[in-house]
């Protein structure tokens, strides 16, 4: 996610009986006009006008203004999830303009670390899934929470998944300075059925990457995230087991003790004695430390 910046106001509205059917095809009796609100109108329309602009520049953006008219958004990103790093479509302008450090550190090496991430990675599903949704149970410990979260997405994040294949999934990424509510998860859910048929209409008059994405590196079999974590660790120069690969990855990433037993079907005792074998080897004390060491082997410093 991009850092976070001034969110338009949202319109009060809600969408009516006509709305709430999805679209569906209804017969223009006397009932059916008094349902329809100008506030179905107004969105109706605004869908039309999307679909019009499928193939050009703004599209995203005016997606976005489109969602804010009705819930409150700080930051957002258009990307793409599969084998290596993501495709970033679109993204809110940075603050202080240019290019954000932070969102290029998340392209680089810490999605891996992004709780959608790898809940897509392990199991790829189209829907609307909010932050308490993926998120582990340490999270909001986690060195990539404290230094990358919070000044990016701020508290709170959702997100649409369209998956288009068995490898790639395009996400619409929101993120706001408060939780959203669950009024505003319920009007999400109830317009996604048009925002994920819009983004996977627009995919086929998206330009190509203006550089060619990294290749990550090959996936230990049996691995739920790609090898681009593994390889960035080989680069520590400290031989690890792929059981103490997977414990740090699992660890960085915010999952307790007991998380990573149930993931790797061992004790939460010899997840301990992992913990232990892998900062004795690199020479740390803290998670800090590690996070700080996986940083560096990422930039390949």
């Not at 949202?10 to 006009?33: E, I, K, N």
């Not at 790898?118 to 582990?136: E, H, K, M, Q, W």
């Not at 990358?148 to 395009?170: A, I, M, P, S």
């Not at 627009?202 to 230990?220: H, S, V």
């Amino acid at each position: 996610m991009r850092a976070a910046r001034a969110a338009r106001e949202p319109v009060a509205y809600t969408l009516g009986a006509a709305s709430q059917a999805h679209g569906a095809p209804v017969r223009p009796d006397m009932d059916t006009r008094m349902n329809l609100s100008l506030q179905d109108v107004a969105w109706h329309r605004s869908v039309g006008r999307l679909v019009e602009s499928l193939d050009q520049p703004g599209f995203w953006l005016a997606l976005i203004r489109l969602i804010e008219e009705y819930v409150a958004i700080d930051s957002w990103v258009v990307l793409m999830f599969g084998d290596d790093r993501p495709q970033v479509f679109a993204e809110c302008p940075y603050e202080g303009g240019g290019p954000d450090p932070l969102f290029r550190d998340y392209v680089q090496g810490l999605y891996q670390l992004d709780p959608f991430y790898i809940a897509n990675r392990d199991a790829p599903t189209s829907g609307l899934f909010r932050l308490s949704d993926v998120a582990p149970e340490c999270f909001r410990d986690t060195e990539y929470y404290t230094l990358y979260f919070t000044h990016n997405v701020v508290e709170d994040e959702v997100q649409f998944n369209v998956v288009l294949d068995d490898t790639r999934t395009l996400c619409v990424s929101l993120g706001s300075k408060r939780r959203f509510s669950p009024e505003q998860v319920a009007l999400l859910d109830l317009i996604r059925p048009w925002v994920a048929g819009l983004m996977r209409q627009r995919l086929a008059f998206e330009p190509a990457p203006a550089e060619p994405i990294e290749p990550a590196a090959p996936r230990r079999a049996g691995s739920a995230v790609h090898g681009g974590f593994e390889h960035a660790m080989a680069r520590l120069g400290t031989p690890l087991t792929a059981r103490e690969l997977d414990v740090i990855r699992l660890i960085l990433s915010g999952r307790s003790n007991k998380e990573v037993a149930n993931k790797l079907a061992i004790s939460a005792e010899t997840v301990k004695v992992h913990r232990r074998n892998i900062y004795a080897k690199l020479g740390i004390n803290s998670q800090s430390e590690l996070f700080s060491l996986f940083l560096h082997a990422q930039a390949g410093t």
